[in-house]
């Protein structure tokens, strides 16, 4: 609106076959807004700042990272012998074992941030700001080997990062027969497993998810030997 103000809004919805009924289809949606600030009657005089933009944006994204129809029990043809295709033939089950409440995983996130430009347009940059909270993590679950199975997925886990971003870009040096520029940028993130809602893990991920922890923190042990 006027070159001041600017509202962008998104729905999304998918639906996967990989989770079970009830819990196939996720609904995504995203709001940003953005406040030209250099296009205000009270900003006309300053001519050092060139450029001024608030940005704030929300909004929620889903993931199926896990085998297709997860949710179901299915079979395969095996064989019984020593070689492929020897002996008898049957029917086996997968190595999958279902989970009918399996669902997407979501991801909700928050960005604050801001666009400047100084000195005609000679120095630009911009600040922003994110904290990112993921619910219902899909990871691999412990399972009773008397079912007959090797995997399992559950959401098992939420996880949360934060963090901001610097960029800067200046001309230090511009006339029409020689250019010299520079720009330099900034991030950092902190990474928190925030809950694994009280359960187990499997023992070679066990170590990668710990509460209060980043994901994929290495744990180091102290041997002490007695003499």
């Not at 990989?18 to 205000?40: D, H, Q």
């Not at 499997?202 to 994901?215: R, S, T």
Request: glycine letters at 10%; proline letters at 4%; charged letters at 25%.
């Amino acid at each position: 609106y006027n070159g001041k103000y600017t509202l962008t809004l998104n729905m999304r919805s998918d639906a996967s076959s990989k989770f079970g009924p009830g819990n196939k289809r996720g609904y995504f949606p995203s709001a940003a807004v953005n406040w030209n600030v250099t296009e205000e009657s009270f900003m006309e005089n300053l001519d050092v700042l060139n450029n001024l933009k608030l940005r704030a944006s929300y909004g929620k994204t889903g993931s199926a990272n896990v085998v297709d129809f997860s949710y179901l029990k299915y079979f395969g043809i095996g064989f019984r012998g020593e070689g492929v295709y020897q002996g008898e033939s049957a029917i086996v089950p997968s190595s999958v074992f279902p989970n009918r409440d399996v669902k997407w995983e979501t991801t909700k996130e928050m960005n604050l941030g801001i666009d400047f430009a100084l000195f005609h347009n000679r120095l630009r940059g911009s600040v922003d700001y994110y904290n990112k909270q993921t619910v219902g993590a899909l990871i691999p679950t412990p399972i009773f080997q008397e079912g007959g199975a090797a995997d399992y997925t559950d959401n098992r886990a939420d996880i949360s990062n934060k963090g901001m971003e610097f960029d800067l870009f200046g001309e230090i040096i511009k006339t029409e027969d020689f250019s010299w520029t520079a720009s330099f940028n900034l991030s950092f993130n902190r990474n928190k497993v925030e809950d694994i809602k009280g359960n187990s893990l499997p023992w070679w991920i066990a170590e990668n998810y710990i509460e209060g922890e980043p994901v994929g923190i290495i744990k180091g042990y102290e041997v002490v030997k007695i003499i």
